[in-house]
């Protein structure tokens, strides 16, 4: 199986189709720890558009780094469905696996020295994956300038990563990322370790690849004013999406524009939700609740026997 070959860089748009579309249905993920068993994910369902740009966020444990590393090619799931494009991540063997990684994926991560190679010049970086690729040198030289120049670091081309700034290096990481041209591009924390005003130039790099590209992105963060300026931010909770929140924007009664932001509980595949955590703890759920159906609506109550039988 070969995924289809991402056309040459071109700063107008890049429709992809389904060749980036991302599938996953009940996924669940195992390890085993000495003797006992870690159940990282937990029939986690996510599905993500062809040129879509989201934020995950969840706290550690929750599953999301586990996700990433599913997606990217670098673990392998222990069961469900998990599809990126024409590959399912959970039948692939190691020579498609290595293939996927290649040409699919565009890895970008928190730290900046995984990122870069130290002894090479920002252009040298984001050459070399495509120098291993088999790329011309005139086309890596080319095709350099050009992703340099989308970062905003065409000036910077022959320094290495020791004269760049911290926000530089992650620029020059992303060139990196999209040198193959990926369908798909992971970023673990890119903003992790640099300031506020530093992030915002990172991720605005990011979604102006997003949108320029039409690389599908996947961003797991824990920085909420990166979180805030997608359409749509994934929660992942004890190895499952538990809740959704969408952005749009309207405009006023004044012709001024607002950010309206809804978060909704994901419903699975078999019916199952997560309610909110604050929700639980206000109304004292426990181990069952009862539910009512209404003409538009489902009614919650704690179950007044647990209540009475925890006062006795």
């Known amino acids: 199986m070969s995924a289809p070959v991402a056309p040459d860089l071109e700063f107008a748009g890049i429709d992809r189709g389904d060749d980036a579309r991302i ?23 996510l599905d993500v558009a062809s040129g879509e740009l989201i934020a995950i966020v969840g706290a550690s444990g929750s599953g999301k780094s586990t996700l990433l590393n599913i997606l990217g090619g670098l673990d392998v799931p222990s069961a469900g469905m998990a599809r990126v494009g024409p590959y399912d991540l959970l039948g692939m063997g190691h020579q498609d696996r290595t293939r996927y990684r290649r040409e699919m994926i565009g890895f970008v991560w928190q730290q900046t020295a995984r990122n870069l190679l130290p002894y090479l010049t920002a252009r040298a970086n984001v050459e070399l994956p495509m120098a291993l690729a088999g790329v011309g040198r005139k086309q890596r030289h080319d095709k350099s300038s050009e992703l340099l120049d989308l970062v905003g670091l065409a000036d910077r081309a022959d320094h290495r990563p020791h004269e760049l700034s911290g926000g530089e290096q992650q620029r020059v990481a992303i060139a990196v990322a999209l040198a193959n041209d990926p369908h798909v591009l992971l970023a673990d924390e890119p903003t992790g370790e640099l300031d506020t005003a530093t992030s915002e130039q990172v991720f605005e790099v990011i ?79 426990q181990r069952r609740v009862r539910l009512e159906l209404e003409p538009d609506h489902i009614g919650v109550w704690p179950d007044q026997i647990d209540r009475a039988e925890d006062r006795a």
Do not use: W
Request: net charge negative; glycine share 6%; proline share 2%.
């Open 207 to 285: 979604r102006d690849a997003n949108h320029r590209l039409g690389v599908t992105a996947i961003v797991l963060t824990h920085d909420p004013l990166v979180s805030e300026q997608v359409d749509r931010t994934v929660q992942i909770r004890d190895g499952r999406t538990s809740t959704e929140t969408l952005r749009r924007t309207e405009f006023t009664a004044t012709g001024e524009h607002r950010i309206i932001a809804e978060e909704y509980a994901v419903l699975d595949r078999v019916g199952r939700l997560q309610l909110p955590r604050e929700y639980v703890e206000e109304l004292e759920l």
């Open 23 to 45: 599938v996953c249905d009940g996924l669940i993920k195992i390890y085993k720890v000495a003797e006992l068993e870690v159940v990282a994910l937990q029939g986690l369902d």
